[in-house]
């Protein structure tokens, strides 16, 4: 079956640096990506939807600036929490839809969990 | 923004048990998908069902939907105590701009 990881699983940083999670598809190509947000107890939020080559689309309320992707291949979706704040804490978690399969195929990674103390 | 409200937020029941959760959406739709989500970690797909889909069948669990109403349901038969999580609906819309979005989820705890 179609897997897609994170790395890494958990992160802890201090306020006011960057940090980098990796969203890997690694047994197909994923022409689309999907970042999630989700706080304690709640549910997914979509922050942004990647395609490979091109600018990702925000969600309306997400700042792009301080949420970077980038989507550089078809197996690989970077998001890049830039100038993390406490309020950055969260779970993230991506996914994938599969390049020439029907587009309600779609498989998610495992999360990453961000603690910024 | 959320597409989809979950009824109940919370549920409670003993084990071997039937659970049903409802899930109400706004706007037009491809498909309709429910996860599971065990506390802190990742998601695990259960069943989709597509918007000429009625009603559908997985080992305990059966989902039907009601496109009319936009809503679902999500029925777990002879409940276990390995069943307890947190369960959303996802929603993949039909306009130009896919894109699967999750409802408030409902969360699951049955007693052994």
């Known amino acids: 079956g179609a897997v897609v990881s994170q790395h890494p699983s958990r992160v802890i940083c201090k306020s006011g640096t960057s940090v980098k999670i990796e969203c890997r598809s690694l047994?197909?190509?994923?022409?689309?990506m999907f970042w999630y947000r989700q706080f304690p107890k709640q549910s997914l939020m979509l922050m942004a939807t990647?395609?490979?080559?091109?600018?990702?689309?925000?969600e309306q309320g997400v700042e792009k600036d301080k949420f970077l992707i980038n989507h550089a291949s078809l197996t690989l979706s970077t998001l890049t929490v830039t100038s993390a704040h406490p309020e950055d804490s969260s779970f993230y978690i991506c996914?994938?839809?599969?390049?020439?399969?029907?587009?309600?195929?779609?498989?998610f990674g495992p999360g990453t969990r961000l603690t910024v103390l | 923004s959320q597409q989809g409200e979950e009824d109940p937020q919370a549920l409670s029941i003993q084990e071997g048990e039937n659970a049903t959760m409802n899930c109400s959406y706004k706007?037009?739709?491809?498909?309709l998908q429910w996860y599971r989500q065990n506390s802190g970690r990742g998601l695990v797909h259960l069943i989709l069902?597509?918007?000429?889909?009625r009603e559908k069948h997985s080992g305990r669990l059966r989902v039907t939907l009601d496109t009319s109403k936009k809503s679902s349901s999500l029925l777990i038969t002879a409940s276990r105590a390995a069943d307890t999580a947190s369960y959303f609906c996802?929603?993949?819309?039909?306009?130009?701009?896919?894109?699967?979005?999750f409802g408030t989820g409902t969360k699951l705890q049955v007693i052994p």
């Open positions: 996802a929603t993949d819309n039909s306009g130009g701009y896919q894109k699967v979005t």
């Open positions: 706007t037009s739709i491809n498909n």
């Open positions: 990647s395609n490979e080559g091109s600018k990702a689309t925000y």
């Open positions: 047994d197909f190509q994923a022409t689309t």
């Open positions: 069902i597509r918007s000429n889909e």
């Open positions: 996914s994938a839809r599969v390049a020439g399969r029907p587009t309600d195929t779609q498989y």
